[in-house]
């Protein structure tokens, strides 16, 4: 399996445990407000698995977790045989997930290769293609959202938000389908030079909107944060 991007160190990836982030190339989304334009691109050079295990083996004590992220890691055919030999060292792993391949997130959760799970929630349901740039196969969005509820993995699911893309009702919308799921955040949109729409073009809402909405919503949910 192939890499495009590799943070060593991160301490906010894995909730409460010290993390490396693996990032693959390429997805089949094409969200404006995406921060990881070079990913979605699959401009960056390779990395490859060599490397990486290389790496996990020098830090098994410095490490908890693996996080796989993108990009869309689920789009990879060679992401159940990685996670495996990852788990095969102790690591715990976590992965970020459009949702879009519910049978490589049932497959994982099966097979008890997953210790947590992000699935980024784009926008209601109706609203998906305008956000995604891509007809959605929304029923397949239905199934890892029920597929992942229904587990006893840990998750979240999150959403990223900008004042131009997704209205405030968007978001009651979201979290009222979400609804007596474990944790939702809502991740306030940060405007940088990789955005894929590019600078100066998207906006993220005022944080003490944000706070106003979220006494709205927060009782949804075992745990609500907003980043």
Do not use: W
Not at 124 to 149: F, G, H, Q, R, W
Not at 158 to 164: G, H, N, Q, S
Not at 193 to 201: A, E, H, M, P
Not at 204 to 216: A, F, T, W
């Amino acid at each position: 399996m192939k890499f495009k991007g590799h943070q060593k160190s991160s301490f906010i990836d894995y909730p409460d445990k010290i993390s490396t982030v693996l990032f693959t190339g390429g997805c089949n989304f094409r969200c404006p407000y995406c921060h990881n334009s070079e990913l979605v691109n699959n401009l960056e050079e390779d990395i490859l698995e060599e490397y990486v295990f290389d790496f996990l083996r020098k830090r098994k004590k410095m490490l908890d977790a693996v996080c796989i992220s993108g990009g869309e890691p689920t789009m990879n055919d060679d992401l159940y045989d990685f996670i495996i030999r990852v788990k095969e060292l102790g690591y715990l792993v976590k992965i970020d997930t459009n949702g879009t391949n519910p049978n490589m997130i049932r497959r994982l959760i099966k097979d008890n290769l997953l210790d947590y799970i992000a699935m980024d929630i784009k926008a209601p349901l109706k609203k998906y293609k305008d956000i995604t740039i891509l007809n959605v196969d929304i029923d397949a969005i239905k199934e890892s959202i029920n597929i992942i509820i229904n587990s006893d993995v840990n998750y979240e699911f999150r959403t990223t938000i900008c004042r131009e893309l997704l209205s405030k009702q968007d978001i009651r919308d979201m979290a009222e389908y979400l609804k007596g799921s474990k944790k939702y955040v809502l991740q306030n949109f940060t405007d940088t030079d990789t955005v894929l729409i590019g600078r100066d073009q998207l906006h993220p809402y005022d944080v003490i909107e944000l706070e106003e909405l979220g006494k709205e919503i927060e009782s949804y949910f075992d745990a609500f944060m907003i980043r």
